[in-house]
């Protein structure tokens, strides 16, 4: 399916980012892996050449411009050219909204919504023959809770720069598309359940669907966006959810 399309996956070390480097590179693509933890970004690698996948490594810290300016330099050098860009890289820091502090707060949208910009901006630069590009966002991004404020926020911008984006660069045939995840099973989100985990039980029943959700309900989606399957969509956003957002929020069941 992208046989021969060369792929970035920023947080491509782990949780949802490896389960889609490892989609993408099943499916035929070479999976640049960028992330901060270089050490288990190279297990992820090992990982995908043992089942037969290309992929290498980038120490890449998306809140840092620098350092997703030699990202892309080196994906220029190696490649001069790429296709997929999935913007996954992310972090959720926890605090009362009067309890935040600016670091907390410039840290969360470095990483999150700054870093999926410049991401985008070095991709684009080397999409000559155009491309896809998908930033995970989240159902943070729709909706939010206590302690969520710069998380949510963080969020709900990179919605709005999928859309921004998708307009701007759709003469160039750069389609740019999200995908929001609710409650999948990651270290991440297991930090997060048990930073109040009467909330996280209350919301498990209220998912429609039986399950929480995994890594590959999320690499899926992003697959489906990076391929030429939606080669005529663009600016929309996924939910992948279980089907929480569409529940009235009174049913429990």
Known sequence: ??????????????????????????????????D????????????????????????TDVGDPDSVGHLFDRIAQRHGTLDIMVNNAGIVIQAAADALTVEQWNRTLAVNLTGAFLCSQGAARLMTNGGSIVNIASVGGHVTAPSF???????????????????????RNIRVNSVSPGSIGTAMTEQARAFDPEAAANRDLRVPLPRRGRVDDIAEAVLFFASDKTGYVT??????????LVQHPGYVK
């Open 1 to 34: 399916m992208l046989e021969g399309k060369i792929a970035a996956v920023t947080g491509g070390a782990d949780g949802i980012g490896r389960g889609i480097a490892q989609t993408l590179a099943r499916n035929g693509a070479t999976v640049v892996l960028a």
């Open 36 to 59: 901060i933890n270089e050490e288990l970004a190279n297990r992820t690698r090992a990982d995908i050449e043992s089942a037969g996948g290309t992929a290498w490594v980038v120490r």
């Open 235 to 244: 600016g929309r956003d996924l939910v992948v959810d279980g089907g929480i």
């Open 149 to 171: 404020c710069a998380y949510g926020v963080s969020k709900a911008g990179v919605h709005g720069l999928t859309r921004a984006l998708a307009v701007e660069w759709g003469a």
